[in-house]
């Protein structure tokens, strides 16, 4: 397993897709893939499952398209809302 904490910090897009691609790349070898990251349209692209975290505790947790389409807490709504400019 490997541990990547913010990997897309500061890239430009093109170099952004170019991680991405190397994360799938190291994903289908099949290495597990721990992923930390505040750029939620590449975990929701990268990840199969997110953790959620706010406030130091763990808020919501499962599979990364369920919780983007449909995310139970208010906290991760409003979240999303503000990242990603949706009314979640």
């Known amino acids: 397993m490997v541990l990547l904490d913010e990997?897309?910090?500061s890239l430009d897009p093109e170099l952004t897709r170019e991680v991405l691609d190397m994360i799938?790349?190291?994903?289908?070898d099949g290495?597990?893939?721990?992923?930390?990251?505040h750029e939620m349209g590449f975990a929701k692209?990268?990840?199969d499952k997110v953790l959620f975290l706010a406030?130091?505790?763990?808020?919501?947790?499962?599979?990364?398209?369920?919780l983007f389409e449909d995310p139970k807490t208010?906290?991760?709504?409003?979240?999303?809302?503000?990242i990603l400019g949706w009314n979640a």
């Open 7 to 9: 990997p897309t910090s």
């Open 24 to 28: 799938r790349e190291l994903e289908n």
């Open 31 to 37: 290495l597990s893939i721990l992923l930390v990251t």
């Open 45 to 47: 692209r990268a990840c």
């Open 55 to 66: 406030g130091g505790r763990l808020v919501e947790h499962g599979n990364s398209q369920e």
């Open 74 to 82: 208010e906290e991760l709504k409003k979240f999303l809302d503000k």
